[in-house]
């Protein structure tokens, strides 16, 4: 039995350009226009879309009506809506809009978080504790994001070690899923399937997320790499939007539809409709006003077939 055969045959995608990718836009993308794209994005068979992010307005002002967006998109049965908090104040005020997961973030090195989160992994985790105690009876499903996980730009490599007794401390905490994020890119296929088979051997029954940027491109071959240990959950952003402030030159996060392409070209169910992902792509060069870097979209699918040259005919 080849080793393919015991991969996933079915996947799940994270949509996360609304919250990742509209953060670092050099605009403000309208409210009514994030409403409309959002209920877009969840019209396409996406199971789960972060809408946005309760942060500071003053830190994020692009995610500065945050309650309007997840008050005024349409619920649809079956799509998940997260939302990033950054603490306490964050997580009220996304339980009091009805959302369904609340993702929380720390960095897995000390010089990020303290650049990006002004908090080390230990302080991190206190506050997710208090996080936590907020919203124990609400039913809201609780994700941590692990930032980091393959390597810092401040640092270098991360070690294996830390990263497993981080993931050991969030569990033991209570959180209920965990991303382990690429954050600028740095990740090669290697280093995440050794990462990957160490943590579902650990914890064969926790719902692992793998977060990719394709800042050295490299992230869909990272995802293969990620399914091919296992992990049935994958964060993206459409069109490729996003990036890191401390990655220059960051082309963003690994794009849903070229993603979602490759994973159904393989015969893998990603419960995606492609052509529908595709024509919301195709909006959003007008919505944020440039270019993207997904390539799908504009290349076409794989199963694209041109007419034949007419000097071949003759």
Known sequence: MSQLSTCPLRIEINEVAPRDGLQIESRFVPTED???????L????LKR????SFTSPKAIPNLRDAAE???GIQRREGVDITVLVPNVKGAERALACNVDEINLVMSASDSHGLANLRMTPEQSLEQFAAILDVTQSSGVFINASLSTTFGCPFEGEVPEARVLGLVEKLIALGIQGITLCDTTGMANPTQVKRLCDAVLERWPEMPFTLHFHNTRGMGLANALAAWQAGITRFDSALGGLGGCPFAPGATGNVCTEDLVHMFEAMGVDTGVDLDALLDVAATLPELIGHEVPGQVAKAGKSTRRYPMPVSALQ
């Open 34 to 40: 994030k409403i409309r794209w959002i209920d877009a």
């Open 42 to 45: 969840s019209s396409t068979g």
């Open 49 to 52: 879309i972060e809408a946005t």
């Open 69 to 71: 967006v997840v008050t």
